[in-house]
């Protein structure tokens, strides 16, 4: 149903307060957006796609690429990873369920409804093996069960890292395992419920094997959870791996996900959720590399020293230390998933560069995201802007399925995770 | 029978329903001002919480005082000649409409859903129920309005 219409309109009648009109995306991708004036609504626009599945269809691949299904019929899959001998893991997982604090959050319990899966999601991990090689997934096992809201994986040698929302686990991994029996034990708790507002924990292991990365999302939009729900959050956490210790890598990060290692300079990235409901065009999501010791504004500013009103008390002497991401992807495109290309199955174009999953906006009058876009890079740092590479998400007011993680396979083919489509993407030449 | 009551008022076992139902609005837009207070004085989150939920409960009841209200409006010539029922009615109309606002301005995230905006509509709605709330006690004592009439 067309919730859109439901609040925008009946607002706009009486109270007029939809909003600026958006301004071109286009204004606000890579080093220096523009960033219009605040404004804050009576009536934030909530603007979520009707699922209507696939049937059959497909999303479009770019120009020279080509799309097909891998998996599909999976419940809320919503990160992959791919294991050394092929295999690949997809997450069915979905958030704990929220609190209700203020009369707001059964509206928007609502309406996020409308916006996901009414799949329950399983809330375990799914193998996928294609043993004949013909670029879809013929055998399916449950490879670990029983989790408690899942997300991001990591393997080092023969140990497996599994980020639940509120702790990386870890389990001993045989090559060519299609299931893990033997129970896991926590390595390091992570920041959990009974608030659990951002929920995804996205994980990595540094490239020398020895640090995990966890990125931690905020408990809120903006501190509206109280500052103390905030303590270790909105932040990229390091993790010792043999003693489970860790620190704060870098913080004032909303919601990072995607946590990934740029092949040349062996930088970490992340795709970070900007905050909402300062208008449809603040504040633009990103993409930057993660340093350490940095702060990157969250809750008290963005990009660099724009105050949010919104926070209080106001921290000067952080905001003055704030520093702007590298490059901004537009406002509220969701970016999720981030994978650098280091194959070149899909052409040489794409060598080097990331891939960005684009979940799709919720909360702007125009739909922005809900696709899967390359971002060039040359020495370390985006060279260009966004190309779309899969599109076909979104069909007027209507949804066949939203982007969320993605990963590259052992043949160089770009996975997708399709979270409300309940599919895994396979994107080759 | 006594003289100059209504007859057509909404009751419940012979007492008139309208002004026990307005009393909750005014209790809970009261409370969301005194919350809201709480809240700017101490930028504690839960204080704000407390206010939408106080604004969100009276409106509801408010719901239900309008249209017993209206009823008691409506269906009697009496009520409709007296110029204090048509102020108690628009005042309470503006005081619902700032309420509304209000909690508009409550689901904000954080600060602004409370200072000054929210802050200064619960105080105005107050304000105006406080006058509102003296004139109904004028319908009720001096004009008799929906005074007790069975019991007599």
Partial sequence: MNVKLLFCAAAAAALASCGPAPIDPKRQIGAHPYLPDIHQYLVPPMHVATNIGWNGATPKAALGLAVKAFASGLKNPRSLYVLPNGDVLAVETDGPPAPINRPKEIVMAWVMNQAHSSVKAAQRIILLRDTNGDGVADMQTVFLDNLHSPFGIALVGNDLYIANTDG????????????????????????????????????AASPDGTKLYAGVGSNSNITENGIGAELDRAAVWEIDRMT???????????????????????????????????????????????KDGAFYGWPYSYYGQHVDPRVMPQRPDLVAKAIPPDYALSSHVAPLGLTFYTGDALGAHYSGGAFVGEHGSWDRGEFNGYKVVFVPFADGKPSGVPEDVLTGFVDGDKDHGRPVGLAVDNSGALLVADDVGGTVWRVTR | ???????????????????????????????????????????DMQWANFSAWL????????????????????????????????????????????AILNSFIHSRDAYTSVVPMGLILSALTVLIMLVTGWMGWELVYHNRIIAVEDRT
């Fill in chain 1, 168 to 203: 990386v686990m870890h389990y001993h991994y045989q090559d060519g395992q299609t299931q893990i029996m033997t129970p896991g034990n926590l390595l390091t708790p992570l920041p959990g419920g009974p608030i659990d507002h951002h929920w995804t924990k996205s994980l």
């Fill in chain 2, 55 to 98: 604004l969100a409960a009276g409106l509801l009841v408010a719901v239900f005082a309008v249209i017993v209200g209206l009823i008691d409006f409506l269906f009697d010539r009496r009520v409709r000649a007296l110029g204090v029922a048509w102020m108690y009615a628009g005042g309470n109309a503006l005081a619902l409409v700032l």
């Fill in chain 1, 244 to 290: 489970g210790a860790h620190r704060l890598f870098a913080t004032g990060m909303r919601n990072p996900n995607g946590l990934s290692f740029e092949p040349q300079t062996h930088a970490l990235w992340v795709v970070v959720n900007e905050r909402d409901e300062l208008g449809p065009d603040l504040v633009p999501d990103y993409m930057t590399s993660v």
């Fill in chain 2, 1 to 43: 029978m006594a003289h100059g009551t209504s007859r057509t008022t909404v009751r419940i076992v012979g007492n008139p329903l309208h002004p026990l139902l307005a009393a909750i609005p005014f209790a809970c837009f009261t409370g969301a001002l005194l919350t809201d207070i709480a809240y700017w004085r101490s930028a």
